[in-house]
Every structure is written in structure tokens, then in C-alpha cells.
């Protein structure tokens, strides 16, 4: 099966500043990844690479086999809803409906104008009036109205209150459930650990941590003991963090195997915990899961 | 694609069809009283109408520069500007594609309505025309179809600057310099050459009544032997006594240089090579327009990214 997105040391360099380095990684078709990261990590670049409105400084991206945004036919394969959410405010809510269907080959006007009715947004209501979450769901509307088989999102919840987040959310699932692939970004993980099954982040413009999220929490484990140096683990346990006091030693590794020496406390990772260390360890122990499971640096 | 690019025009495109309107039916109204003035009074009363024609021919003047700000200038800046290209190049389009037919839509529509002023004004100023020269003047840029070529032009030009800029302002004053840089060289430079020069014989002396534009001369004897001027002058003065105290010394050196044959061989375009000439800069100024938008497609692709 082709990967929804395959980046292969990818970077993007504006001016003299890298906004994304050397970065590779595989989403797989039909999953939901979450994009994670602080702001100026190198999300939107990511992304915007993704659906061609960048192109790489360095290395390799393709998208669904092919090079983004190079034909129409690959424009078409990709929903895209940009960070911010832009909508051309001179245009009612059914012009931008009708923008679609005039763009996109495979626009599905009925279920595009049955999702407006659903969300309960007036076609005839010029966008300018449109309240943030009205906006979101209009654009997500015109993005997945096209039918595409990769739908992107660049902070699609930022603009959101907590209720709209919910059901904005809950309409990705339902997508998702569909066979869509998603890739959504969003510094805020507790909304990517509701929806994504699969992970990445990103810090400084690099990968740091990509892979499956039940894999990553079930290779991950915490280890409480006595102080200890952390050279004295087995050769399949690498240390992502450690703390230690006088008498104890904290310590997160990532492990594929199960931990036997009796004098740990072993215990399992938190999804937040896991993302803060890996986005706070350097950048040599970043972890990346590909189709066959390897650590890169 | 074409319905997106008429629906973001079609209110400009109809404030601009509509001062075109007003501006043709006043033209048509009054050319009759332009037709009559020259019939019979001549000069005075045409004198209302040339301040008529400064002003009409001004505003055919600046127009394609007006085109090329607003209409060229804000073709990409707005979706810069409102972020509005993210939207706009995600759909199942190519940008090439985008950009293709949003020039065409206004390009369109400008021809259109640059075509209309200008052949409405070249039609109301016939009479005054018939009486002047259109051809050696600056009025040679407001009549007939090189408005045309110059609105293309500054439409694309606006365009590539909004391409290249990216911010509304920058875009109309870039577009504006150059426009305003290309049209005076060619005006003062390059039109000369565009069609080749005939060569007429033209009196030394007086009016030469010729109509057209005088690119040189040099003045000759009878036997075509060229002359200097003051040679000329110094033959003449000699041959039929003209003085200082002569009356009408201009007249009498005119009628004594036709008496001995003394006349100028000029290099002139000609009244009768006016629809060459415009012919000629129309091309140049369609041809910078592809040249430009060609710039502004590469520029689309590859750069802005």
C-alpha cells in the first residue's frame, strides 16, 4: 500500500533560517496522525510541503506516490485546510460551495451541501460574518468536498471554543472511520490523543519522535531504582530522560524488550510525557518508526 | 476556474464597463459639434473643444497605467495579502492554470473597454486631426489601438510586480515606475524605428505643411548637391537681395529658395504610415506583455514557493 506521505531527508530554508531539517519519516494511507510540536517547530512547513504550496530546499517528499501539487490530478487527491483558515470574505457560504464544485472534478455537491445544513450555516451568509467556528467547518466542508484521499489540517481546532473543538473532532473521527487518511497538526495534545492512532513530533525544525501511539507507549517504559549510572542498561535500552536524586534514578527508555532486571520499578509512559521528553532530549536520540522500526542519529 | 475569476472581477469589470459607457456617449453626443465647429469657424471654436481633448486624451493616457495598479498589481497581492492562495492553489487546479485564466478574464475585459475609449476618441478628434498632426506628436499615443498594447502591458506588468512583492502597495508603485519608464522610451526612443522612413522633398524655407513627422532633413541645391543651411541662406540673401529691411524675410527667403530650386530632403514618417506606425507599437507592446506574463508564470512556479 503507497504511504500517505513519505518524506525523505526533507528540508525547507527561508533565507538563511531552516524551518525543517533533514527530516524523514512515513505516514501511513488510512491513518490519523497527529502532528505535534511548539510554534515555529516546522508544522505548517511540513504540511505546506505536503500539499505543494512549498517546495523542498532539500531531499525528497512524495505524497500518495506522487509530487505534490505538480498536476491536477494530485491537487485533487489532497484536502487541505490552511492554518487560519482562509476564506475569501466577498463570497457567500454557497459561493464557496460552488467554488469547489468548479475547482475539483470529483466535488460531491450534495453531501457538501447537506454538511452546511448540518452545521447550520446560512448559504446565502457572506463569509466575512462567519464566526471562527463556522469558518473551520466551512473550509473543512470545501476540503473534504473534493473527495480527496489525504486530508490535511494546519491547527484546524486553534481558533475553536472547547465545545466546537468537541465536535469539530468528533466530525474527523467519522471521516477517519471512512477510510480517509488525516494529518492534523495542533500544539495541543490532548486533541491529538483523543483522535490520532498515529504520532509525530516535531522540535527545532526536526523530527523528533514519529510512529504508531499504542507502539510507541507499549516500547517506551519508565524505570525507578536505586541511583545507578544509566551506561549499565542492556544494549536494547536506550535512555530518551533521566533524573536522579542522591538515592534514585528516573529514567525513560525506549525498549523492545521486556525489562527483567528485578531491581527496576517498571511502570508505563503517559502520552504527554512521552512527547515532552522526546521534544526536550536532543535531537541525536530522536525515534522514528518506519515501515520497519529503526532509530535514526 | 473561469466562473471563480469573473465572480472576484465582475464588480470592478462593471464600474469600469460603466464610466466607459458614459465616456463613449458623451463622445458621441458632442462629435457633431466637433464636426460643425471645424466646418465653419475654424480655429476659435475649436478651442473649446481642444481643452476637451487634453483632458479626454489624458485620461486615455493614464488609463492602461490605472489598469496596471489596480487591476494588475492586486491580481495576486489580494491573495497574498488575505492568505486567500492557500485556498485558491489546494483545489484541483494547477496554478498555472489559476493564473491563466485570471489574466484572461481581465485581460478580457480590458481590451474590451481600452479598445472602445480609444476608437470613440479617435473617431470624435477626426476633424480636429485632419487639421493637426497625430503621427509627430504626443497624441500619437491617444488615438487608435496602441492603448491597447499599452493597457496589456501594464496589466501584466502589475502582475508580475504583485507576483514578485507580494504586498498591494509595493506592487502599484513598482508597476506604475516601470509603466511610466517602458512608455517614455519607446515614446522618445524606440518609435522612430519601429517602420522604415520615407523620403520627401519638403520646402527649406516656411511651413512644410506636411503632416507628418520629421525625423532629419538636410537641405540641397538644385542639382541635389546637399548644402549647409547657412550656405543656403548666404545664396539666397545674395540672389534676391533679401535684407534686414526686407518685409516678411521668411516669406521672401521661401519664395526666392523655391525659385532656385533650394529645398530639404526630409526623413519623415508620413500622416499616410500613422495605422503602420500604430500596427508596429501595438506589436511591441503585446509582444512585452507576453514576454512579461511568461516571467510572471515562471516566477508562479518556481519561486513562489
Redesign the interface.
Same mark, same amino acid.
Do not use: E, G, H, K
Given at each position: 500500500m503507497t504511504a500517505a506521505i513519505e518524506a525523505v531527508a526533507v528540508g525547507k530554508r527561508y533565507g538563511r533560517t531552516w524551518a525543517l531539517r533533514e527530516s524523514t519519516l512515513t505516514v501511513p494511507a488510512g491513518a490519523v496522525v497527529g502532528l505535534v510540536g511548539a510554534n515555529g517547530a516546522g508544522k505548517s512547513t511540513l504540511l505546506n510541503l505536503a500539499v505543494g504550496l512549498l517546495q523542498p530546499t532539500e531531499g525528497q517528499i512524495t505524497v500518495l506516490g506522487g509530487r505534490p501539487g505538480s498536476t491536477a490530478d494530485e491537487l485533487a487527491k489532497v484536502g487541505f485546510l490552511a492554518q487560519d483558515v482562509p476564506l475569501y470574505g466577498g463570497l457567500t457560504v454557497g459561493e464557496h460551495l460552488r467554488l469547489g464544485a468548479r475547482l475539483n472534478p470529483r466535488w460531491d455537491m450534495a453531501a457538501a451541501t447537506a454538511r452546511i445544513a448540518r452545521v447550520g450555516l446560512d448559504p446565502a451568509q457572506r463569509t466575512s460574518g462567519l464566526s471562527g467556528g463556522q469558518r473551520a467547518q466551512l473550509a473543512l466542508t470545501v476540503a473534504i468536498g473534493k473527495r480527496p484521499e489525504l486530508l490535511i489540517l494546519d491547527e484546524p481546532v486553534a481558533s475553536l471554543d472547547p465545545l466546537a473543538r468537541r465536535e469539530f473532532l468528533a466530525d474527523l473521527m467519522e471521516l477517519a472511520a471512512d477510510g480517509l487518511s488525516i494529518v492534523l497538526s495542533s500544539h495541543l495534545l490532548a486533541d491529538v490523543e483523543r483522535v490520532c492512532d498515529h504520532l509525530i513530533v516535531l522540535a527545532g525544525g526536526r523530527v523528533r519522535l514519529a510512529g504508531d501511539v499504542d507502539d510507541l507507549l507499549a516500547t517506551h517504559k519508565v524505570l525507578v531504582g536505586a541511583r545507578r549510572d544509566p551506561d549499565r542498561l542492556t544494549a536494547d535500552q536506550t535512555v530518551i530522560q533521566q533524573s536522579h536524586t542522591e538515592r534514585q534514578s528516573t529514567l525513560l527508555v525506549h525498549t523492545t524488550q521486556p525489562v527483567l532486571d528485578p531491581s527496576w520499578t517498571v511502570s508505563d509512559v503517559g502520552l504527554e510525557d512521552l512527547v515532552l521528553a522526546y521534544m526536550a532530549a536532543p535531537a541525536s536520540s530522536a525515534y522514528v518508526a518506519g515501515p520497519t522500526l529503526r532509530r535514526v542519529g | 476556474? !473561469?466562473? !471563480?475569476a469573473w465572480? *472576484?472581477f465582475r464588480a470592478q469589470a462593471a464600474l469600469a464597463l460603466g464610466a466607459t459607457v458614459v465616456v463613449v456617449v458623451a463622445l458621441a453626443v458632442t462629435r457633431g459639434h466637433v464636426v460643425a465647429a471645424y466646418g465653419t469657424a475654424g480655429d476659435n471654436e475649436l478651442i473649446g473643444f481642444y481643452v476637451w481633448l487634453r483632458l479626454l486624451g489624458t485620461g486615455l493616457i493614464g488609463v492602461p497605467a490605472v489598469i496596471g495598479a489596480f487591476w494588475g498589481a492586486p491580481l495576486l497581492t489580494r491573495e497574498f495579502e488575505?492568505?486567500?492562495? +492557500?485556498?485558491a492553489?489546494? *483545489?484541483?487546479?494547477?496554478r498555472r +492554470?489559476w493564473l491563466a485564466t485570471k489574466i484572461a478574464v481581465i485581460g478580457v475585459v480590458t481590451v474590451a473597454l481600452v479598445a472602445a475609449f480609444a476608437l470613440a476618441f479617435t473617431w470624435w478628434s477626426g476633424p480636429i486631426d485632419a487639421v493637426g498632426n497625430r503621427i509627430g506628436t504626443a497624441n500619437f499615443a491617444q488615438r487608435g489601438i496602441v492603448p491597447i498594447g499599452y493597457a496589456l502591458f501594464g496589466l501584466t506588468l502589475g502582475a508580475l510586480c504583485g507576483t514578485i512583492l507580494r504586498r498591494t502597495i509595493a506592487a502599484m508603485a513598482a508597476s506604475l515606475t516601470g509603466f511610466l519608464i517602458v512608455r517614455m522610451f519607446v515614446q522618445k526612443v524606440v518609435r522612430s524605428h519601429l517602420i522604415g522612413t520615407v523620403s520627401v522633398s519638403v520646402p527649406s524655407f516656411g511651413s512644410s505643411g506636411l503632416g507628418g513627422w520629421i525625423l532629419s532633413s538636410r537641405t540641397v541645391d538644385a542639382a541635389g548637391n546637399p548644402i549647409s543651411r547657412s550656405a543656403a541662406e548666404n545664396t539666397l540673401t545674395a540672389a534676391c537681395q533679401i535684407t534686414r529691411q526686407t518685409d516678411d524675410v521668411d516669406g521672401a527667403l521661401a519664395d526666392c529658395a523655391h525659385r532656385l530650386g533650394i529645398h530639404d530632403i526630409a526623413q519623415v514618417h508620413t500622416a499616410g504610415q500613422f495605422w503602420a506606425l500604430q500596427m508596429a507599437e501595438l506589436g511591441l507592446f503585446v509582444a512585452l506583455a507576453a514576454v512579461i506574463a511568461a516571467v510572471c508564470f515562471w516566477w508562479l512556479n518556481h519561486r513562489t514557493?
Open positions: - | 476556474m !473561469l466562473w !471563480l465572480r *472576484q488575505d492568505r486567500t492562495y +492557500r485556498l492553489w489546494t *483545489q484541483s487546479i494547477t +492554470r514557493n
